[in-house]
């Protein structure tokens, strides 16, 4: 069954506001006027419409004012702008200001049709992916570890079978790959799920914390110790605890932590109690503990107890098939947290991320979608809402630095004039047809209008 849309139409000139609401009656949905921008928002706010279909020159308040209003309360209606006006500049400053797209007076009806359709589409696709988001967030499952690169699959597979025992695994890489999220996967997925997951970074306190956050302590075991406090081996207890950084543990701990492998159990500081616990550990560090063991800084024995199982999650660089998954992961979840209806990347906002190298990996990967989702006023994120020094990727070619040095900043120019070139012919071969001209390029039409902007191309 076809569905039926409440479509705000708004326009000064009565014959298109007629023809608009004959048209969509005559598909089935329930068509509202209005004749100017002010009288458009008090429809907005009473009837709120699912989508709106608004002229740009209109008296009393335009249609980019009353965009960036309807914006304001509700980001995740649909605006499609109209314009007899084939402005660059209004056409793309109308889509960072929120506006889904544009159409050019005359319009062809079948092509906005579509257009509206697309836009609902996306508008409930949005809506599905939130419920989906709200259903899972306190799920651990494998398909949250994002990746269509082969070799993060083999980790994963790898990972499923480890999850099963109770062996200690030692978590090695860089930061940023996930660690964290590897070591939750496999409590989640093993018979200790119902047990706590407990987490504490060994390089972020001082020797003493952490021996008390570890083993507890009994009262007045050292000054300020008030009461008996349980440490994280006893809160653990048939969960699973996870010591982030342990390369930076002192030696002191780590004789303790060892006792605690081999015979699973300890004393608290000042007590003389022994108390037997059933943990499962997992290690995590991006240092090479096996070059520690050689210098002297990290126990040879105790290395052993922790590398039962050795897992090292594939850095971003070395998976760049990964990038635009994690990408639009990341902008549907942070659009979700921050109210926003953010439903697509630029491609030249993608081409940018993709030739990235990427050296804080998957975090800072979504620390930069983070930011562009905050920046971003509308629906799509385009380059100039991404972190600085990522926007000076755009355009950069993808060279090594040896042939970079020798070629200067000459093959960047060159090929920003061979681009412009190539739009202004394709323009001309379609006579200004932008929808054409974007096909024939193979980018989207915002990715045109975001080009003929920037190469100021009328």
């Not at 708004?10 to 004749?35: K, N, W, Y």
């Not at 921008?37 to 009837?47: D, K, R, T, Y």
Request: glycine share 6%.
């Amino acid at each position: 069954m076809k569905k039926s849309y409440r479509i705000l139409i708004v326009d000064d000139e009565e014959s298109v506001r007629r023809m608009l609401t004959t048209v969509f009656t005559r598909d089935g949905h329930q068509p509202i006027c209005a004749e100017d921008g002010q009288q458009a928002l008090e429809l907005f706010e009473q009837q709120t419409p699912d989508i709106v279909l608004m002229d740009i020159r209109m008296p009393k308040l335009n249609g980019m004012e009353a965009l960036q209003v309807m914006r304001q309360t509700h980001q995740s209606i649909p605006v499609i702008l109209m314009t007899a006006y084939a402005a660059v500049e209004t056409a793309v400053e109308a889509l960072r200001l929120g506006a889904f797209d544009y159409v050019i007076k005359p319009f062809d009806l079948d092509e906005l049709k579509m257009m509206i359709g697309r836009a609902m589409q996306l508008r409930e696709m949005k809506q599905e992916i939130n419920l989906l988001h709200r259903a899972l967030s306190d799920s651990y499952q494998w398909d949250r570890i994002l990746t269509n690169s082969p070799k993060m699959m083999e980790l994963c597979k790898d990972t499923a079978k480890i999850a099963q025992s109770n062996a200690s695994v030692l978590i090695t890489g860089e930061s940023g790959t996930g660690k964290e999220l590897i070591a939750k996967a496999i409590h989640y997925n093993s018979s200790r799920a119902k047990g706590p997951f407990i987490k504490i970074n060994c390089g972020a306190l001082p020797e003493s914390l952490l021996e008390s956050e570890l083993f507890g302590h009994e009262k007045g075991a050292f000054t300020g110790a008030q009461t008996q406090r349980q440490g994280l081996f006893e809160r653990a207890n048939q969960g699973t605890l996870l010591l982030d950084e342990v390369g930076e543990m002192p030696h002191n701990l780590q004789v303790k932590l060892l006792r605690v492998l081999q015979e699973r159990e300890f004393e608290r500081l000042g007590g003389s109690q022994t108390i037997k616990t059933d943990i499962r550990l997992i290690a995590a560090t991006n240092r090479n503990l096996a070059a520690m063991v050689e210098q002297g800084e990290f126990r040879q024995d105790l290395f052993y107890r922790l590398n039962v199982i050795h897992l090292s999650p594939i850095p971003l660089r070395e998976r760049p098939e990964d990038i635009a998954l994690l990408a639009q992961h990341f902008v549907q979840k942070f659009s979700a947290e921050n109210s926003k209806e953010i439903v697509e990347l630029d491609p030249s906002t993608l081409a940018i991320l993709e030739n990235y190298p990427w050296p804080g990996n998957v975090r800072e990967l979504s620390n930069a979608i983070e930011r562009a989702v905050i920046m971003s006023t509308g629906f799509i994120i385009f380059p100039d809402e991404l972190p600085e020094h990522l926007q000076q990727q755009l355009n950069v070619p993808h060279i090594s630095e040896t042939v970079h040095t020798l070629i200067g900043h000459s093959l960047k120019e060159n090929l920003k004039a061979y681009e412009r070139e190539l739009i202004c012919t394709a323009l001309a071969n379609h006579q200004g047809n932008r929808v054409q001209t974007a096909r024939t390029l193979g980018i989207s039409r915002r990715a045109l209008m975001y080009k003929l902007q920037e190469y100021r191309i009328d």
